[in-house]
């Protein structure tokens, strides 16, 4: 049987659970890649109680992984960006393939490590960025072949995911976002989390694999949750609607929508009961319809589930004595597509908006006239006497589908009438057709 050795860098949450889950379940996976995976070295500045590393080489230094002539995959564990970039290159300067976790790496450095990687003929997996344990992208690359995909949409930063469902029940956004971090779920700049750049790292590599297209991390829109309130919280459970902070991919004609903001979803669409730290990954293939895939997206072990499947699968293609790989984002590069993301203005999106107008005769008419003007058709509309205060009452309306522009020239113009006060609240709706 075939010896593969594996260089873990990082013994954090994510390599904690990598060597864990590798060394209990040593049987199951040495039957499943018909290899010996054998971790014989980690580079770690903090040794662990709950790790035993007997018979492992350990340094401090990163550099004795990636040197080691006997390394056959380097784990990228340590995060971040400029470091793991110099070390993913210096690790496919050696020839070492590389499994990573770390969805900022690859999302804003990706088409080059790839590139690298092709030219040395070496393998980048990297399964655990993105939605943690779920096989999103073995899912996307391998078993939506098939498909032509239009849409993905997910739920893909667990931490976030945890703070609005504790957040229905009344918690404290503080409180909820110290325990989740003392659960190893959040970044460790948690406002990767909470702004919604995390989940933009993801989405930005499900849409490169999903649509053929050049990671543009770049491009992407994020708005967080941080300004979610439990009003609309309620006011869209009223409305039959649910507020998830989702990602949403859209191929279109002339280009790509990629996008992270609060969304109102369907309460009752599966998406909808996504919560605490579960992620979920919704993907529309013109073959196989909406397909979801659902599980945990952040913790030591299931994401080192992820990690370890990426080594069995290179493991395989060591062992073979081969170069087969699945393309890095599921294309054959010559196939990729120069496709753009496009600017806010030009995405299409049904949307709740929330006015605080004043209570007298007239003012709804003039809101409608506002939209009308815009061509923005509304699908309802709900305000209730209950809610008067100091003359003013809040009107909700939703929305049919309208480009972002015409919403922003509304909002510009309804913040403009003397009987608007303050700001109106717009949060975006996407009914998955
Ligand atoms: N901070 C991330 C999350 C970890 O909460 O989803 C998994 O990528």
Redo the contacts with the bound molecule.
């Keep these: 049987m075939k010896q593969v050795n594996i260089g873990i860098c990082g013994l954090g949450t994510v390599g904690g659970g990598t060597f864990n889950v590798l060394k209990r379940n040593a049987a199951v996976i040495t039957g499943r890649s018909g290899c010996d995976i054998r971790v014989t070295r980690v580079a770690t500045r903090q040794l662990r109680d709950d790790i035993d590393l007997t018979g492992v080489a350990v340094s401090e230094d990163i550099y004795d992984v990636v040197n080691d002539p006997a390394i056959d995959i380097v784990v990228e564990l340590i995060g971040g960006y400029d470091a793991a970039r110099e070390l993913v290159l210096a690790a496919i300067a050696n020839g070492k393939h590389v499994v990573t976790a770390n969805?900022a790496l690859i999302a804003v450095h990706g088409n080059e490590l790839f590139d690298a990687a092709e030219k040395q003929g070496v393998i980048i997996a990297y399964e655990a960025g993105v939605a943690?344990g779920v096989p999103v992208i073995k899912a996307l690359r391998e078993g939506m072949a098939a498909n032509r995909i239009d849409w993905i949409a997910g739920i893909i930063?667990?931490?976030?995911n945890y703070i609005l469902t504790e957040m229905r029940a009344g918690r404290e956004f503080a409180d909820v976002l110290k325990e989740a971090q003392a659960l190893g779920?959040?970044?460790a700049d948690p406002t990767f989390?909470v702004e919604g750049i995390?989940a933009a790292h993801k989405l930005t590599i499900l849409a490169s694999a999903g649509f053929g297209v050049p990671l543009q991390f770049e491009r992407a829109f994020t708005e967080g949750i941080s300004k979610v309130t439990p009003y609309d919280i309620a006011h869209a459970e009223l409305l039959g609607y649910r507020i998830k902070h989702l990602g949403i991919a859209r191929r279109r004609e002339d280009g790509i929508e990629l996008r992270v903001h609060p969304t109102l979803v369907p309460k009752d669409h599966l998406i909808a009961q996504v919560d605490g730290v579960l992620?979920a990954v919704l993907m529309d293939g013109d073959a196989v319809g909406q397909t979801m895939y659902y599980g945990a997206?952040?913790g030591a072990e299931a994401?080192g589930s992820a990690v370890i499947a990426d080594i069995v699968d290179v493991a395989r293609v060591v062992a073979s004595g081969s170069t087969q790989r699945v393309p890095y984002l599921g294309f054959a590069p010559e196939a990729m597509e120069d496709l753009k993301v496009l600017p806010m203005d030009d995405v299409q999106s049904a949307y709740y908006l929330r006015i605080q107008a004043l209570d007298k005769p007239g003012v709804l008419a003039k809101i409608a006239s506002v939209l009308s003007e815009q061509g923005i058709n509304i699908e309802s509309i709900m305000q209730k006497e209950s809610e008067v205060e100091e003359g003013r009452i809040p009107v909700i309306i939703l929305t049919h589908t309208v480009q972002e522009r015409q919403i922003n020239a509304a909002i510009t113009e309804l913040e403009a009438l003397s009987e608007i006060v303050g700001s109106v609240v717009r949060i975006r709706t996407e009914n998955f057709n």
């Design positions: 969805k943690g930063n667990g931490t976030g779920y959040a970044e989390d995390d992620n997206g952040a994401t």
